[in-house]
């Protein structure tokens, strides 16, 4: 391992860092967003993430595990004051012991792989990360391929998103895309290789409860914006609609929470056919 670099003071590359966190726009032209926490940070070592620089705090003896991570991860090592450390975590009342600095992936559906037992996931224009975060944990949670983010949305990379997946953003891909047309001519392309790919929406006025719409197949569930619901485009996209029966004084369903239903029964179906 090379030398260490040492922040004592907010200087340029600091305030870069720290910009990470809230602009949306900084994050895509530095092509990073920050990672913190235990598993997140294994994970993305594990997985094979681009890890550009740990920082650490700077007047605490290392853990073995987060010693483990500095020499597995190869990335550039920071030493860095507390006070700023805890500016990172965005909680300066808590200063995490690493905070990784990792690449963003590119935005390529080739990086989904289609085979006889997928499922994922279209999240049409979410409004918040944090929703988008929990989906993701969800699409893990259940075996998912991957998720996708379509139209003007909520970035899944910041930190409310990152925080809200307990890592399984590092674990499971997410691909934005700009419109519904993009993944309808993906399907296209899966089903001219031979993946019989169906695409599921969901809504409250569905055609058919989840349970009665088959999902043993390659399944791709589309969960619209969180108050619009789907769009039109794909209301005509989806091969078929299918309701979650909902009672109580509940109107509808969080939209991660539909999300993470649709995965399950899908689960459910797979497991009884096995």
Not at 12 to 36: C, M
Not at 64 to 74: Q, Y
Not at 95 to 122: K, M, Y
Not at 167 to 179: C, E, I, K, T
Request: hydrophobic content about 45%.
């Amino acid at each position: 391992m090379g030398g260490v670099l040492r922040v004592s003071r907010p200087n340029a590359q600091f305030q870069q860092w720290e910009a990470l966190l809230r602009n949306r726009n900084k994050r895509q032209r530095a092509g990073e967003f920050l990672v913190q926490g235990v598993r997140p940070i294994s994970l993305a070592v594990e997985r094979g993430w681009p890890v550009r620089a740990l920082i650490h705090d700077a007047e605490r003896p290392l853990s073995r595990w987060a010693a483990g991570m500095l020499e597995r991860a190869g990335a550039e090592r920071v030493a860095m004051a507390p006070e700023l450390l805890g500016r990172l975590s965005g909680k300066e009342q808590e200063v995490p012991e690493l905070v990784a600095v990792v690449a963003l992936p590119a935005d390529d559906l080739s990086r989904i792989t289609v085979g006889s037992s997928f499922v994922g996931v279209v999240f049409d224009r979410p409004a918040g990360p944090g929703n988008i975060g929990t989906m993701v944990r969800s699409v893990d949670a259940f075996g998912g391929g991957g998720l996708i983010v379509t139209g003007h949305a909520a970035d899944p990379y910041d930190p409310k998103a990152v925080r809200a997946s307990t890592g399984s953003l590092l674990a499971v891909p997410v691909v934005r895309v700009r419109s519904h047309r993009e993944v309808l001519e993906w399907v296209h392309r899966e089903r001219a290789g031979g993946q019989r790919l169906t695409v599921v929406g969901t809504d409250e006025d569905g055609a058919a409860d989840i349970a009665e719409v088959g999902l043993t197949g390659p399944t791709l569930l589309v969960i619209g914006n969180e108050t619009a619901g789907l769009s039109a485009g794909w209301r005509e996209g989806c091969d078929t609609i299918a309701r979650i029966p909902i009672g109580g004084a509940a109107s509808s369903l969080n939209a991660a929470s539909a999300a993470t239903v649709a995965l399950y029964e899908a689960a459910r179906q797979r497991a009884r056919r096995s």
